[in-house]
């Protein structure tokens, strides 16, 4: 529907035979120059005003029009167009170069148009040639391939600003021929584009955005840029770098919806080199790792990583299986699989990755790269096999450790553990999850012959201060299911382990032990019971914070044979049965069997004894355990 409001029309035509010329003069007002009215009017309202030259050639019955810098609104354009006029031909073309404003070429395109350009702006002028070609007889939209050039520009999107942008455009609404002249079969491809993207330098060869119905965009995006300069991208402030530089060669595609860049998908390699930054939610700092990012179909692989703490080198390297539609869709079914190998390591520093994030109301928003990739690293699921020459835990010393640590949900969880230390060895699994400024754990362990007294010092004697490492020696074998709490320094809190204790020890001996001391001066005054060796110390206790409920505990020593059960507290409430033969056991130890020792052990005199608390002193009186 073409409707205009002539203002002024000039014309002094030429004839030659049929043919003919003519220069026309015309300021218009355009009501309507639509080719489809539901899409709406091009140049609607806008005063046209200039000089047409006009030529008819008749064997061809065929216009063509011919202008320069006419005048639409406050733009100059310059137009070459013809008409056909035969019978059952309508044909005609329009081709038209200008320089202009995006924002006011956008205005003079009919509203199914303008409405998605209007999303976009470059701040500066551009060159611009329009083709239109059609069929008046035809219905639907012409056909319109529009070029442009830009140099130097700065470039709005709906997902921010690229400054200093340059590349060469191609709109057209047939990309493919013959499927039509409509926005499922148009495309925008553009060529040699450059700019920078939160100041990060990008250079794309080739970008085809097709079908704009439902936009996907292809094309391969290339990078070098310092890392420091995603600190911009970052406005939550959760993550930042202090070093380092990345280069990226990436083929990409990804949706473009409500003309919004969503789920871009890659398939590349991206190389980091001496990048140092600061996990804020984490409080954890890392300084000059590389790495390297494959991108496939696949997975996601993440190769040669050097991570260096203090004095020490961690070497990484990992996969994630079916990044590409996790990522975005279901982080938290995310798997990262991480193989770790450190020549030495204390383990403590792993509490500083369990802290909890502090977590603030966010107002709703549009998604950006950086809360999506803060999203994904703190739903998905981390499993770790580690393997390290040396690792130490407070004043733990262990060799050959191995252990597969996931991390989920801000826990910690340690399976088929296995290391060497105080000269010999222990399997374990253990979870950990933060509870405030401490550490909730549960652990299970089996400790196979280590030096008992080394082992104690170790763990600080488990918070035990009735005795010392120094009072007892011997291998210890032990069977522990245990819960408890660990501070940030990853020690444990005083009478906060929970849960069920079982162990032997053999070569051991007791030297200075006061219990036994006190027993034995009131019992066997003329024995030696400072310095015990005994063939059997083993025990069966359920830990309950300061107190431990003794099920079984039996000694099998030099001096005395003892048995004894109830309650022991590190505080108060102890109430311990004692079943003491007095006979002397010095000898037992020479018998051949346990059988044999077993047959000798509570002949003679038996004493029942109750070792009770005492205002926060132990007790020694008579009884049996039922009292």
């Known amino acids: 529907m073409f409707d205009f409001d002539i203002a002024s029309l000039k014309s ?9 010329q003519t220069n026309v003069f015309l300021k218009t007002n355009i009501k309507s120059l639509a080719f489809n009215t539901v899409h709406g009017s091009f140049a609607k309202e806008k005063i046209l005003e200039g000089t047409f030259a006009v030529s008819y050639a008749a064997e061809k019955e065929k216009i063509d029009v011919k202008t320069e810098n006419l005048k639409i609104g406050k733009d100059a354009f310059d137009i070459v167009a013809f008409f ?17 404003l995006w924002e006011d070429a956008s205005n003079l395109l009919s509203e199914n148009i303008s409405s998605k350009l209007n999303r976009f702006n470059l701040k500066e002028e551009i060159d611009v040639n329009c083709d239109i070609k059609g069929d008046f007889n035809a219905e639907g939209d012409p056909k319109i391939v529009v070029q442009a050039e830009v140099k130097n520009n700065e470039l709005s999107i709906p997902d921010g600003l690229i400054t200093d942008c340059g590349f060469k455009g191609i709109f057209t609404n047939n ?15 553009l060529t040699r584009l450059s700019g920078k993207y939160k100041n990060i330098p990008l250079t794309i060869p080739q970008l085809s955005i097709n079908n704009l119905d439902k936009p996907l965009a292809t094309g ?24 380092g530089h990345a280069a990226a060669n990436l083929k990409f595609q990804f949706d473009i919806v409500d003309l919004y860049i969503t789920k871009p998908r890659f398939i ?33 692989l993440i190769k040669k990583i050097a991570y260096k703490h203090q004095k020490n080198t961690i070497f990484i390297d990992g996969r994630i299986d079916n990044f590409l539609n996790l990522y975005y869709d279901a982080p938290e079914k995310m798997v990262v699989n991480w193989n770790i190998y450190c020549p030495s390591i204390d383990i403590r520093q792993f509490l500083g990755v369990l802290a909890s994030s502090q977590k603030k109301k966010i107002t709703a928003k549009k998604p950006s790269m950086s809360n999506q990739l803060r999203t994904a690293i703190e739903k998905c699921i981390v499993d770790i096999s580690i393997k390290a020459d040396k690792i130490t835990y407070n ?16 826990r910690l969880v340690i399976k088929n553990g296995s290391l060497q230390t105080s000269g010999g060895s222990i399997n374990f699994s253990s979870t950990v999850s933060p509870n405030g400024k401490n550490y909730n754990f549960t652990s299970t362990a089996q400790v196979n012959q280590v030096d008992i007294a080394s082992f104690l010092k170790s763990f600080n004697n488990f918070g035990v201060t009735s005795f010392s490492p120094g009072n007892i020696r011997g291998k210890l074998s032990s069977n522990v299911n245990i819960t408890g709490l660990i501070n940030s320094n990853g020690e444990l809190i ?17 030297l200075n032990f006061e219990p036994i001391m006190k027993i034995g001066k009131f019992a066997f005054p003329f024995r030696d019971v400072e310095n015990i060796t005994f063939s059997d110390l083993s025990g069966n206790f359920k830990l309950r914070g300061e107190q431990i409920d003794v099920n079984q505990l039996t000694i099998s020593s030099s001096v005395l044979n003892m048995d004894a059960q109830g309650v022991y507290s590190f505080g108060r409430g102890t109430n311990l049965a004692l079943t003491v033969p007095l006979r002397n056991s010095k000898d ?12 000798v052990r509570q002949r003679g005199i038996v004493l029942h004894l109750l070792a009770v608390d005492d205002a926060g002193k132990i007790k020694i009186k008579w009884g049996k355990k039922d009292k």
């Open 175 to 189: 990309f493919k021929p013959k499927a039509g002249f409509n926005d499922a079969n148009s495309a925008i491809i």
């Open 395 to 410: 004043k733990l010393t262990a060799t050959n450790t191995k252990a597969q640590i996931q991390m989920i949900d801000s």
């Open 588 to 599: 037992d130890a020479q018998l051949a069997t346990k059988a044999e020792r077993d047959a």
């Open 220 to 243: 391969i995006v290339k990078s070098d840029f310092d890392i420091e300069n995603l600190n911009e991208e970052n406005a939550e402030k959760w993550i930042n770098f202090t070093g």
């Open 494 to 510: 005083t009478n906060s382990s929970h849960g069920k204790l079982t162990f032997n020890v053999t070569q051991g001996a007791l």
């Open 84 to 100: 056909n006029l035969a019978k059952g031909n309508a044909l005609f073309g329009i081709n038209i170069g200008t320089t202009i």
């Open 268 to 300: 590349g390699n991206v190389n980091v080199q001496n990048a140092s930054f600061h996990f804020i939610p984490k409080n954890v700092h890392a300084e000059k790792i590389n790495v390297q990012l494959e991108f496939t179909q696949e997975a996601l």
């Open 12 to 20: 002094k035509v030429k004839y030659d035979d049929e043919n003919w």
